[in-house]
């Protein structure tokens, strides 16, 4: 199982928290962007954030909570991440969406906030290279692990194995010391305010693991 740390909520400032990720053996920086319009939080802008993590070492994992993917998506491949996953309730058309991140080889996502169900993205589970379940509703961190997304989780690795698909299923927030043996069948696990609300990032790390 792997980890990215999302920098959300922080006890210290982004740059210092960007240079203690840079010092765990954490496999992601987990980067969530939010346009106050999908969500209600809003993020550093682009520009803002390209600066936070001019020091950063790790790849990138870039979560967009936003209505319009598209100039996102055209601004955060410039930092050449590592997947870049968008939510499937935004009304959009979602396979271009993927085609475009696809496009600049980068690997493409989809993620379901918590009364979102796998039937709804079936149709994408062939095409997408993450799927991301929200356990919390998308929008701020330090929020409390919802149980009823956990199924989502057993139908994703069933269907994986039954159609062979190649996608790896991610599952983002609330997730801590306690609840981190529920997420033991996922492959990616984003935690925030537990290890950056910390001293010992890595310590941290090391109880997730
Ligand atoms: C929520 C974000 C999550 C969140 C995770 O909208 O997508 O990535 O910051 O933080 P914790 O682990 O504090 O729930
Ligand atoms: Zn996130």
Do not use: W
């Not at 980067?31 to 802008?45: I, L």
């Amino acid at each position: 199982m792997k980890i990215a740390i999302s920098f959300l909520k922080s006890k210290y400032n982004l740059k210092e928290t960007i240079k203690k990720i840079n010092n765990t053996n954490a496999d992601y920086i987990h980067v969530d962007v939010m346009d106050g319009k999908f969500v209600q939080n809003t993020s550093n802008n682009y520009l803002e954030i390209k600066d936070i993590l001019k020091e950063q070492k790790k790849p990138l994992d870039v979560h967009l909570m936003t209505k319009d993917p598209i100039k996102y998506i055209i601004d955060y491949k410039n930092l050449s991440p590592h997947i870049i996953t968008i939510h499937y309730e935004i009304n959009k058309n979602i396979d271009d969406l993927i085609d475009l991140i696809h496009s600049y080889n980068i690997k493409a996502g989809i993620s379901i906030k918590p009364k979102t169900s796998i039937e709804d993205i079936e149709k994408y589970l062939d095409k997408v290279d993450n799927v991301l379940i929200m356990s919390v509703e998308p929008g701020f961190g330090g929020q409390k692990f919802m149980d009823s997304v956990l199924y989502k989780i057993d139908i994703l690795n069933k269907l994986r194995k039954e159609k062979n698909y190649n996608y790896i299923i991610s599952i983002d927030g609330g997730i801590n010391y306690e609840t981190k043996n529920k997420v033991k069948n996922a492959d990616l696990i984003i935690s925030g305010s537990y290890i950056c609300m910390s001293d010992n990032y890595q310590e941290k790390i090391d109880s997730l693991k």
